[in-house]
């Protein structure tokens, strides 16, 4: 079992940065792909962001590319998004997601195996 407790949400002003962390404990967590997804009300949930296992490999939904960067630190066992230049429509709450290693570049589409509870991230003036 892998346990995933994210944290790092908030009330942001359109335009500003927000840094997301997840901190993941249980089974040798350093062996997981590690992604980000978000589910804005009434929407489905959906991908944002992966890296694979020893974070050679990352992968961004078109709508974040080049706004948001993910990282991964195995010791202490951590995977970060940092959000920049964050809009409105960036509004959701954001989970954290782990999975045994996938193919290359099968991340966005995987099926995940453990989940965390979310943080909310507002982008409101």
């Known amino acids: 079992q892998v346990q995933l407790v994210e944290s790092g949400g908030g009330l942001v002003q359109p335009g500003g940065s927000l840094r997301l962390s997840c901190a993941a404990a249980?089974?040798?967590?350093?062996?997981?792909?590690m992604g980000w997804f978000r589910q804005a009300p009434g929407k489905e949930r959906e991908f944002v962001s992966a890296v694979n296992w020893n974070g050679a490999n990352t992968y961004y939904a078109d709508s974040v590319k080049g706004r948001f960067t993910i990282s991964r630190d195995n010791a202490p066992n951590t995977v970060y998004l940092q959000m920049s230049s964050l809009k409105p429509e960036d509004t959701a709450v954001y989970y954290c997601?782990?999975?045994?290693?996938?193919?290359?570049?099968?991340?966005?589409?995987?099926?995940?195996?453990?989940w965390g509870q979310g943080t909310q991230v507002t982008v409101s003036s």
């Open positions: 997601a782990a999975t045994h290693p996938q193919l290359y570049g099968t991340l966005p589409s995987a099926e995940y195996d453990y």
């Open positions: 249980g089974r040798t967590s350093s062996s997981y792909d």
